[in-house]
């Protein structure tokens, strides 16, 4: 049963740039979140998928976006970069349904330079 | 507004000892989640223990144990008998259902544990 997974691993980036980070959910769920973990820090959310809609959004610029494909698997892109984007991204899978604990992936870690 | 604070930064235990960390929460939701996670060194979060808030009932699990205390908005976590692969950063965190999934987590600051051999 494969876990959650996200791609890729490390990532450094310059000012300005925009990136994409990608994850796939956990067999069986259908449901992504985001997570930016500043070091130091507890994750704070950026945003859900569900059906392919953004459903929650939390305190994050519009430079972060994302998306979710019919497989599930979803994007998150950030645009126009700063310095204080560099973070672990986290991605979590859940199913609607169940109202269960969320998996975790193994996030990607961010370098803005 | 919800919040969860972890008090304890840093601890550090001998190898053995008993470890208890604190979480404290605020919802002024009567329903609600709180969750313990472990996230080791590899970064990946693992899910430890999960209880709602009509479920005062603390439980043990193995080495585990957790008070949750609606009287005091606490739910602490209790490791005995530290072991050295027991050394990771703990976070408490608080889920309050919205509409549609309701997954928006909030995290504490989180709790680093070093147990030393």
Redesign the interface.
């Known amino acids: 049963d494969a876990g959650v997974t996200q791609s890729p691993t490390h990532l450094i980036k310059t000012r300005g740039q925009q990136v994409t980070l990608r994850c796939s959910p956990k067999s069986g769920h259908d ?1 992504v ?1 985001w ?1 930016q973990q500043a070091l ?6 950026i945003f ?1 998928y ?1 059906e392919e809609e953004e ?2 959004r ?1 305190n994050f610029p519009d430079r972060f976006s994302g998306h979710q494909f019919p497989n599930y698997s979803s994007e998150l892109n950030v645009n126009a970069l700063l310095l204080g984007d560099s973070a ?1 991204y ?1 991605c ?1 899978s ?1 199913f ?1 349904g169940q ?9 990607t ?1 961010l370098t803005v330079t | 507004a919800q919040k969860v604070t972890q008090a304890q930064t840093e601890i550090s235990v001998v190898e053995k000892e008993d470890v208890t960390l604190d979480c404290v929460y605020e919802t002024r939701d009567t329903t609600y989640y709180l969750f313990w996670y472990k996230q080791p060194p590899s970064g990946e979060l693992v899910f430890l223990i999960r209880r709602n808030s009509f479920d005062e009932q603390n439980e043990i699990s193995g080495r585990y144990s957790w008070n949750f205390q609606k009287s005091t908005s606490s739910f602490n976590f209790t490791i005995t008998a530290s072991q050295v692969v027991d050394s990771a950063v703990y976070f408490c965190a608080l889920r309050v259902p919205q509409s549609n999934t309701g997954n928006q987590f909030y995290f504490g600051t989180g709790t680093s544990l070093t147990v030393i051999p």
């Open positions: 449901t979140s997570y130091g820090q507890g994750p704070q959310f859900q569900y459903r929650q939390g672990l986290l979590a859940s609607r109202f269960y604990e969320q998996y975790f992936g193994p996030g870690r």
